[in-house]
């Protein structure tokens, strides 16, 4: 029995795969090593990408910025109407039936 175990681990040095047994230090050690290659590739991935992007110019910013300071005041007044508004119904509706 002992031999058996002795040739299937020398097998599977020779194939260099781990097949589920062998030594779960040895592989977490290999995948420890793997990750700054891994940090690598992935910045120069963030780098390309980057060159591509297309940011806008200050005087685009500054109009973007302005249309929505704009739409948001125009809506906060908006709901601030259409919520006094409904306000008002209710209380005109619960003092009809109170009385």
Not at 18 to 31: K, M
């Amino acid at each position: 029995m002992a031999e058996a175990v002795k040739m299937k681990n020398e097998e599977i040095r020779r194939s260099g795969g781990n097949n589920g047994g062998g030594n779960a230090l040895t592989t977490a050690l290999g995948n420890l090593g793997e990750y700054p290659r891994r940090w690598r590739a992935f910045l120069h991935e963030v780098r390309v990408e980057m060159r591509q992007v297309t940011w806008p110019t200050r005087h685009e910013v500054f109009v973007t910025t302005g249309v929505v300071m704009v739409t948001v005041a125009f809506f906060g007044v908006f709901f601030f109407g259409v919520d006094s508004t409904a306000s008002w119904i209710v209380q005109r509706v619960i003092k009809f039936f109170v009385h």
